[in-house]
């Protein structure tokens, strides 16, 4: 399935695909904020 440029939506899905190969995903970050020192996970 492809993506057209015709609504605003397309733009908006390919830039934060981006954004999220680039800087990476919401596991990736949330794993960094949990292997910080002084984070106590509540059970």
């Known amino acids: 399935m492809g993506v057209t440029n015709e609504l605003p939506a397309a733009h908006y899905f390919k830039r934060l695909s981006t954004i999220?190969?680039?800087?990476?995903?919401t596991d990736h970050h949330l794993a960094r904020f949990i292997a910080q020192p002084g984070f106590a996970a509540v059970a």
């Open 20 to 25: 999220e190969l680039t800087l990476g995903d």
